[in-house]
Antibody, heavy 118, light 107 residues
Framework: VQLVESGGGLVQPGGSLRLSCAASGFTFSSYAMSWVRQAPGKGLEWVSG????????FHSDSVKGRFTVSRDNSKNTLYLQMNSLRAEDTAVYFCARSIAVAATWNHWGQGSLVTVSS | DIVLTQSPGTLSLSPGERASLSCRASLSVTGSYLAWYQQKPGQAPRLLIYGAFLRAIGIPDRFSGSGSGTDFTLTISRLEPEDFAVYYCQQYGSSPTFGQGTRLEIK
């Protein structure tokens, strides 16, 4: 199992960014996936989740209406579209594979740093 | 959302000693859907325990989880040098939340 995030970087407040997570080594469409973030020096925070088919999506209250999770099972890729970014969204964003359908994760990517600053 | 409170914030122990980390939930965790993770600096979290007491694949048996309802414990029976890290509990019975972490440091 391999998960590789990309797309992070520096963005101004109010800007947008799209993260990608390329998956390999398993049947991607069979597993729910999530994004979990970690602000510098802080703890972990679940951000968004999506079912294996992509038909169900979930977001934390802190990002609802601003972030959108999606997936392309033909490309084995998970996405996180982040709009209206705020300074408090600055974090390392990890993509993670669920154990079956449960929102707990036994495989993680290395993370992608998003910095929101002017 | 369910708030998870971990204690202590920092635990100072020596290799070979036993460690007990606590995680208390503000509401009962449905189905004992409680997990524990280990995280080392610059690394992604590593799943240790899920379903309150089930060890993830490849996790040594010195790690064990217990508890139900609102009170959960991660026990490391005999600390190895590689066990010194930050540990997080996480509930997934409702919208997922994490505890703030316990730092396990070498005494």
């Amino acid at each position: 199992v391999q998960l590789v995030e990309s797309g992070g970087g520096l963005v101004q407040p109010g800007g947008s960014l799209r993260l990608s997570c390329a998956a390999s080594g398993f049947t991607f469409s069979s597993y729910a996936m999530s994004w979990v973030r970690q602000a510098p020096g802080k703890g972990l925070e679940w951000v968004s989740g999506i079912s294996g088919s992509g038909s169900s999506t979930f977001h934390s209250d802190s990002v609802k209406g601003r972030f959108t999770v999606s997936r392309d099972n033909s490309k084995n890729t998970l996405y996180l579209q982040m709009n209206s970014l705020r300074a408090e969204d600055t974090a390392v964003y990890f993509c993670a594979r669920s154990i079956a359908v449960a929102a707990t994760w036994n495989h993680w990517g290395q993370g992608s740093l998003v910095t929101v600053s002017s | 959302d369910i708030v998870l409170t971990q204690s202590p914030g920092t635990l100072s122990l020596s290799p070979g000693e036993r460690a007990s980390l606590s995680c208390r939930a503000s509401l009962s965790v449905t189905g004992s859907y409680l997990a524990w993770y280990q995280q080392k600096p610059g690394q992604a979290p590593r799943l240790l325990i899920y379903g309150a007491f089930l060890r993830a694949i490849g996790i040594p048996d010195r790690f064990s989880g217990s508890g139900s309802g609102t009170d959960f414990t991660l026990t490391i029976s005999r600390l190895e040098p590689e066990d010194f890290a930050v540990y997080y509990c996480q509930q997934y019975g409702s919208s997922p939340t994490f505890g703030q972490g316990t730092r396990l440091e070498i005494k």
